[in-house]
């Protein structure tokens, strides 16, 4: 595997040829925001708060998606990355009902940390406050549409980790909503094999194990990574 | 087998089996809307009632482009133009051949909208029968295919393609022939041909017209790609909205494998070749590259970030050619006519002739197929006779959701890529909408923004919700409920899309609104609620 040297905010970093900026930047200890990755599924480039700007492209680039090149010059962090970042947080607290005080996951939801860490004082935006439903049907998890980002983490860990594929999106655009088999109530998917993996893959209080409250929900999302890393050394 | 004899033996035949006098009915969506097909089989028995089965023969075409004045009949030998034709009235033009009365109002060739049009794509639309192989032969069809496949190299198809200039007719202008080269080169074991004919501008149908009026020249120009790129398997991705072309494009598929024009070894060389339909189910966000491929792989339509590009890894990982309907509508012309001819016409940059919908508040409403570098003021004024009542023109809106408008001020722009996306507009698939002075551009904007919101997949957070965002500030600013910071927060929205947008769609959603902003500010600043001081002193 050939090594390649880039710059990351003018500081010279090495990376191995096939990784991709945002895990070349973390590994040399340089934090870019992220809400759609998640370690050990594929990476989808849909939440845009990855973006960096790379020198020679017009375009903002996904750093998720987007493989090291050899005297890559990339900024994580510039004014203008910075607005983009907090308008799209914004942005997504004011698409649901996101409220902090209720939530099983507040001070362990990545959707909180984000706000904190792009400076996200007050949303500019309307809030759409959708109707959005509450599904217990499942004995031991639940799914409280309010909270869902539409990430699709849960979506892929459930495809690619699990292979049941209980989870999909149905409708489009800010009606996109996320649906359990062919829309059934999750209590009465069958295809759903109860495993858990949707629960520690979301960012957000969206989905939760039955009978936690307020603040109870703490999960360790790199279990996903953990999961996968152990399978493809044993395989 | 078929040989080039054959071919040619097929258009002979053609050609002797046909009557003294053609009368040329359209039948495509439009003048079927208006009743073409009553007409069509009225004008079949009035034939039977003369007794002149001999002599006149009733052919069903394509479209002739004139739609605002459909049903359209044409008598092919002496060019005579019927319009708004009544099926009530065919006895009366059966009548007219022999010199009959006939107070069938005519139309005239010599008219503008016909005399500055030049046909390629369109040529065979209201001219040949689109349902039957035969006559699509008789005008030569399906030569350039043997041309290619017995005379040429790959490599010189791809020169040729190259040298004639064309670019993607889908809206982007991306050159045709470097992305034939680049899948060529692509390594694949299989390689893939798409036709991407989901075409959702509102108020564009271009594709749906040639599709309907002429499918082999699109089979043909896929047929020629597959040759060029390597490939040995196409699909036809058509909107689910157009069933008659995809009747039509069935039958013309049925038709052509019939006669070994697709399938196996054809015109007796290794070269093989299939082509199947895939329907699309509605969603606007399909005629993205990556989604449509999504779509065919049978997964949800959405696009991925992009590179990869389809042309190295597309269907099903494979390298893919997509090229638009009427980019594989110009490929068989170019190959009979030769690349300089083509190069020869339009503009330094953007070559060919261009199709276009002609709509809104203008005079002569349909499709039009006019050379690149012609103005806008030509193809309004003379070509779409200006508006109906008289009214001033204000703009024209090109490009559709992800076009932009046009001021009259500017209206000697040549249509051209480069002119267009100049003046903050886009070249888009086609559509062209006239607007008048009475028309509402912050109500044009938010019309565009409600279709963005609407066909927004819901994939990447900056379009999903940043269209409901600005189309409620556009709401709010129409109702004049808007102050100045709304506005500033729309242009910031703008902004933002177009920069963090996954795809086309959401990075060119704010279009719409930005060009209107850049002509027509006024008539925002007009709606804003002034800002309401208080003087507390004189309490």
Redesign the interface.
């Known amino acids: 595997m050939a090594a390649r040297t880039l710059t990351i905010n003018g500081t010279l970093i090495s990376a191995r040829s096939n990784e991709t900026v945002l895990e070349a930047a973390r590994e040399a200890g340089i934090s870019i925001p992220t809400l759609c990755h998640l370690d050990g599924l594929s990476e989808v480039g849909a939440c845009r708060l990855c973006l960096v700007e790379i020198a020679g492209s017009p375009k903002l680039q996904p750093a998720c998606h987007t493989t090291v090149t050899e005297g890559m010059e990339v900024q994580t962090d510039t004014p203008r990355l910075k607005a983009h970042r907090r308008a799209i947080v914004e942005l997504l607290f004011a698409e649901r009902n996101h409220i902090c005080a209720v939530c099983v996951a507040s001070g362990h939801c990545e959707l909180q940390q984000l706000a904190v860490e792009v400076g996200m004082s007050h949303v500019r935006y309307e809030y759409l406050s959708p109707d959005c439903s509450v599904d217990i049907s499942h004995a031991r998890f639940g799914i409280d549409h309010n909270r869902c980002v539409l990430c699709t983490r849960c979506v892929r860990a459930c495809d690619e980790v699990e292979g049941v594929h209980t989870w999909d999106i149905a409708g489009r655009g800010t009606n996109a909503r996320l649906i359990t088999d062919l829309n059934v109530p999750w209590g009465e998917a069958t295809s759903c094999t109860s495993c858990g993996k949707c629960l520690l893959a979301c960012p957000t209080g969206a989905i939760f194990s039955r009978g936690s409250t307020v603040a109870e929900l703490e999960r360790d999302a790199s279990r996903i990574a953990t999961i996968v890393a152990a399978r493809n050394e044993r395989w | 087998m078929m040989e080039f004899q054959d071919l040619q033996i097929m258009a002979e035949q053609e050609r002797t089996r046909r009557k003294a006098i053609r009368i040329h009915c359209c039948t495509s969506s439009g003048c079927q809307a208006s009743g073409a097909l009553e007409l069509f089989h009225q004008l079949q028995a009035a034939v039977e009632a003369a007794g002149q089965n001999e002599r006149v023969d009733i052919i069903g075409v394509g479209c002739m482009g004139f739609c605002g004045q459909g049903p359209m009949v044409s008598v092919e030998a002496d060019g005579v133009l019927f319009e708004h034709v009544r099926p009530e009235q065919a006895p009366e033009i059966i009548a007219s051949l022999d010199g009959g009365p006939c107070n069938v109002k005519q139309g005239d060739h010599a008219h503008p909208f016909f005399a500055r049009q030049m046909h390629i794509v369109r040529r065979n639309g209201g001219v040949i029968d689109p349902e039957r192989i035969e006559e699509y032969i008789a005008v030569g069809g399906y030569q350039a295919l043997y041309h290619v496949l017995h005379e040429m190299s790959p490599a010189e198809v791809i020169d040729a393609i190259t040298r004639s200039g064309l670019r993607g007719r889908g809206g982007a202008g991306y050159p045709t022939g470097l992305k034939w080269a680049t899948v060529a080169k692509s390594p694949g074991e299989r390689k893939f041909v798409i036709c991407n004919g989901d075409e959702g501008d509102p108020g564009a149908f271009m594709d749906r017209s040639i599709l309907e009026s002429d499918p082999h020249l699109i089979l043909e120009g896929m047929s020629i790609a597959a040759y060029a790129v390597g490939a040995d398997q196409g699909y036809l991705y058509v909107r689910g909205e157009y069933p008659l072309a995809i009747a039509r494009l069935q039958k013309a598929i049925a038709q052509a494998r019939k006669h070994d024009l697709l399938g196996s070894q054809i015109f007796d060389t290794s070269f093989n070749f299939r082509v199947d339909i895939r329907v699309g189910a509605g ?1 606007f966000v399909c005629g993205e590259e990556t989604a449509l491929i999504a779509s065919i792989e049978g997964r ?1 339509g959405q696009p ?2 992009r590179p990869p590009y389809p042309a190295e890894h597309g269907l099903w990982g494979y390298p893919t050619l997509i090229n638009n309907v009427e980019t594989f509508g110009n490929i068989a012309p170019i190959i009979t006519n030769g690349a300089d001819w083509y190069a020869g016409i339009g503009t330094e940059r953007s070559k060919g002739t261009k199709v276009f919908a002609l709509t809104g508040k203008v005079r002569n409403t349909g499709l039009i197929e006019v050379p690149m570098g012609m103005t806008i003021r030509e193809i309004v004024e003379e070509l779409g006779g200006g508006t109906p009542d008289g009214t001033p023109v204000k703009g024209v809106q090109t490009g559709g959701p992800s076009g932009g408008c046009i001021p009259e001020a500017l209206f000697d722009t040549p249509v051209d890529y480069e002119s267009l996306a100049e003046v903050g507009s886009i070249m888009g698939s086609g559509g062209m909408v006239v607007m008048d002075a009475t028309t509402n551009m912050v109500e044009i904007a938010r019309f565009y923004m409600e279709f963005c ?10 379009c ?6 600005m189309y ?1 500030l556009l709401s709010k600013i129409s109702a004049g409920q808007a102050t100045a910071a709304d506005l500033a ?1 729309l242009e ?2 703008c902004h ?1 899309l177009r ?4 795809c086309g769609l959401g990075q060119s959603a704010p279009n719409p609104v930005q060009s209107t902003l850049r002509y027509f500010r006024e008539e925002y600043e007009r709606l804003l609620r002034k800002r309401v001081t208080i003087n507390l002193t004189s309490r």
Do not use: F, H, N
Not at chain 2, 453 to 462: A, L, Q, R, Y
Not at chain 2, 464 to 469: L, S
Not at chain 2, 499 to 502: A, C, I, P, R
């Open positions: 969603a949800r991925r970030p919101m609407d066909e927004s997949c819901g994939k990447c957070i900056p999903r919700t940043g269209t409901v965002q409620r927060t910031q929205l933002l920069e963090t947008s996954l």
